[in-house]
């Protein structure tokens, strides 16, 4: 399997050339050359597997530089009882009939990204291993990124990681995850300003290709094609859980922000997953509902980034969503290049045309928008007809998914995160503490590790250098 960019450079590189390095030198970012088919005998040989099995078969189809009993050994250490709880990795929630939520949340930061980033961490030190090299990542998170790369990478041989967030825009609870790790390997930089600013550091340091180069920086966002890789065996972990034969098709829907995980979705559907509709729901932070509504991507600037009570989502920039405009335009780079290179960075939006715009029903996406009335809403009403407690995230998808629903096709609600994580909201919507796992129950109390920084490149390049 090789690898090319969404921006035109036809260069074709192997899955761990592409491991460690993030963003293509032309700034795009990685797909394969093709999707590789998944057919009714595939499917019904997956349908069963242990879920670390499952995600060996299809990692292999994506990954042929490593050997196989190498890769089956990563996906066996990765997805265990022991890190995610519970033997099925990613149990089904049934809410009623045709409904249900697919737990994603089990991990060691009670966050979806751990799904991932887990799996990104024992492929690091695979590789750098392997190399003799080491690796310092630089990210940026909204919320959940940051806590799940830094718990999958601390004590990693060879790994250093720099993690960028909005300076007071997290939940108490994610900002202590991250803040209160002392490993010396993780060094956490609060920026002053939004998640974009963020993201949009982690990109200016990423194509400063000499600086990348010395100091050998990679990147854990879903930038990283490997962690966007990952998180396709959910989908159809969640499939065989809701279905009971290939002619059956479900639905999903996914809180949105950076569009990784709902681009995810995109993959396996590309590959054949009997997928209905792929429905994305995002907070008051719409950029993508828009798009999605009327086939302009504008991006919105720092003042008119709401801060929400579903934080992970503040997002007025989706990286990932590059990769489905890529697929959209029938795999057009010059084009790709002209939208997100050149008319995002010049006009701050685009627009694509109407017969490009007819072309998204052909890949199942629909969309939604959900408001903090809406969260409240719809956590009460869940805790209340099903005893079920959810997440402000979860509570956005939810929302969206019971507005998105079709007769005869299950829809499966991705949770994103426990509800631990957002006590404030919790405790506005049905007035009690929602529970924390064992050990966590004072993590807030702990003392933090953090350097606050003002919206500057060459300072965080500064500080990298400084601790490398």
Not at 230 to 239: D, I, R, T
């Amino acid at each position: 399997m090789r690898y090319v960019s969404t921006r035109g450079d036809k260069t074709e590189r192997r899955f761990c050339e592409i491991l460690l390095e993030g963003l293509a030198p032309d700034g795009g970012l990685y797909l394969p050359l093709q999707y590789p088919k998944v057919d009714d005998a595939t499917l019904s040989k997956w349908r069963g597997l242990a879920y670390a099995d499952l995600a060996f078969e299809i990692l292999s189809l994506y990954i042929d530089d490593i050997p196989a009993g190498d890769l089956r050994a990563i996906a066996r250490r990765t997805y265990t009882a022991e890190v995610f709880g519970t033997p099925e990795i990613t149990p089904l929630k049934t809410l009623e009939s045709g409904l249900a939520l697919e737990a994603l949340s089990n991990g060691p930061t009670l966050a979806f990204k751990d799904m991932a980033m887990q799996l990104l961490g024992q492929l690091f030190e695979y590789e750098l291993n392997r190399r003799g090299e080491t690796l310092n990542i630089l990210g940026a998170t909204s919320g959940d990124t940051g806590s799940a790369a830094e718990y999958a990478m601390r004590g990693k041989q060879g790994v250093n990681v720099f993690m960028l967030s909005p300076h007071g825009r997290m939940s108490p609870f994610q900002q202590a995850q991250m803040f209160s790790l002392q490993d010396a390997n993780i060094h956490n930089i609060a920026i002053e300003g939004v998640f974009d600013d963020c993201q949009d550091i982690v990109k200016a340091v990423s194509n400063d290709l000499d600086f990348k180069r010395r100091y050998k920086i990679g990147t854990v966002n879903s930038i990283n094609w490997a962690r966007l890789l990952a998180q396709v065996v959910y989908y159809f972990a969640g499939y065989f859980q809701a279905t009971k034969s290939n002619s059956e098709k479900v639905s999903f829907c996914v809180p949105s922000g950076n569009f990784g995980n709902v681009c995810a979705g995109h993959v396996a559907r590309m590959m054949g997953l009997p997928i209905a509709k792929l429905v994305v729901a995002t907070n008051e932070n719409d950029v993508l509902d828009e798009f999605f509504r009327s086939g302009v991507y504008r991006v919105r600037g720092s003042a008119e980034t709401h801060e929400t009570s579903s934080p992970s989502m503040d997002i007025s920039k989706a990286s990932n969503f590059e990769r489905f405009v890529f697929d959209l335009l029938g795999r057009d780079g010059a084009r790709t290049k002209a939208l997100f290179g050149e008319a995002v960075a010049k006009q701050g939006r685009f627009e694509i045309s109407a017969e490009e715009f007819a072309r998204i029903a052909g890949y199942g996406f629909a969309s939604g928008r959900s408001t903090h009335a809406d969260r409240l809403a719809t956590i009460r009403s869940c805790y209340a007809s099903y005893g079920v407690l959810i997440d402000t995230h979860t509570a956005d998808g939810l929302k969206v998914a019971l507005e998105q629903r079709e007769a005869g096709v299950t829809m499966l609600v991705l949770e994103t995160a426990l509800p631990a994580k957002f006590a404030a909201t919790i405790q506005e919507a049905l007035a009690i503490e929602p529970p924390r796992p064992a050990g966590l129950e004072n993590i807030e109390a702990l003392p933090k590790r953090v350097t606050v920084m003002p919206v500057d490149v060459q300072q965080v390049k500064d500080f990298v250098r400084s601790h490398v």
